[in-house]
């Protein structure tokens, strides 16, 4: 648009599996010797693809579907961006911004439930006794008095939809006078999140040597702690390569778990343009 100005959208059209939504308002136990009197607010949202009828049991909880699984679960998603030529304020300066995953999905086939308000005595766990009580009896009575303790009464409803959780993305490049393969980046991410919205600042330093390469490294502080990352990308003619992570691991088991860090990222990507 112009000589300074480009802007682009992408449009996702998406296909929901499952979801499913709970949470706690509010919970108050009073401790008995023998028992807890509880006080408890929740509720809870699932969904599934397909046209089904649930069943439940005497407690109110599903149990099982009949219906035929189909793709019923549909929805979109939409991402809006620009960037601006800022080289007659500062040459090699470009600023952009985007607004990503704006949308929701529709399910056919969805529960919801409550807890109300109610008070209710929960006697904890019974006895289990290994001896006489193979592994699925145990198993099935941990599950009934969770059951209890949750205090949920589901009930089946014709339509309901989740929306995504959309992210703003504010960015500026300034690309170095000196090797003008070398540039510096800055980005501002916040998460539109329901339940913990974020935000993180992103330090990057980018490097091109070869028209077919580039590579990045960057630093970040958010609401979850600071992170590093890194990139590479290969693109000679006919397709392109990326590697990168932007939560670095440096501390691994054997086996490959991370230590002190319960979160990491790594993404492959290959594109093959079609001309």
Not at 7 to 17: K, M, S, T
Not at 26 to 49: H, K, Y
Not at 182 to 195: I, P, Q
């Amino acid at each position: 648009v112009g000589e300074h100005w480009r802007v682009g959208a992408n449009l996702h059209l998406l296909a929901g599996v499952a979801y499913a939504d709970v949470s706690v308002d509010r919970l108050e136990l009073q401790m008995n010797e023998n028992e807890w009197v509880v006080r408890s607010l929740s509720n809870a949202e699932a969904g599934g693809p397909g046209d089904m009828a649930f069943e439940f049991d005497e407690q109110g909880f599903p149990t099982g579907a009949e219906g035929r699984f189909w793709p019923t679960s549909l929805g979109f998603g939409l991402d809006v961006g620009a960037e601006c030529d800022l080289s007659d304020v500062a040459p090699g300066l470009r600023a952009s911004a985007a607004l990503t995953r704006l949308g929701r999905i529709g399910w056919k086939s969805a529960l919801t439930a409550t807890s109300g308000e109610n008070t209710f005595v929960y006697n904890g766990l019974g006895e289990i006794d290994p001896a006489t009580m193979d592994l699925d009896e145990e198993v099935q009575q941990i599950v009934d008095e969770a059951k209890d303790l949750m205090n949920l009464q589901f009930r089946q409803v014709s339509r309901s939809h989740t929306k995504l959780a959309p992210s703003l993305r504010l960015g500026a490049e300034y690309r170095m006078p000196f090797y003008s393969s070398l540039s510096a980046a800055v980005l501002y991410t916040h998460g539109f999140c329901k339940y913990q919205a974020f935000n993180e600042a992103r330090l990057f330093l980018n490097v091109s040597p070869a028209k077919a390469f580039e590579g990045s490294l960057n630093v970040a502080a958010s609401t979850f702690g600071t992170a590093f990352g890194w990139m590479l990308n290969l693109h000679p003619k006919g397709f392109a390569l990326s590697l990168g992570t932007d939560c670095m691991v440096f501390r691994i088991t054997p086996q490959g778990i991370p230590v002190n860090r319960l979160n990491a990222n790594l993404c492959v990507g290959i594109n093959i343009p079609i001309s």
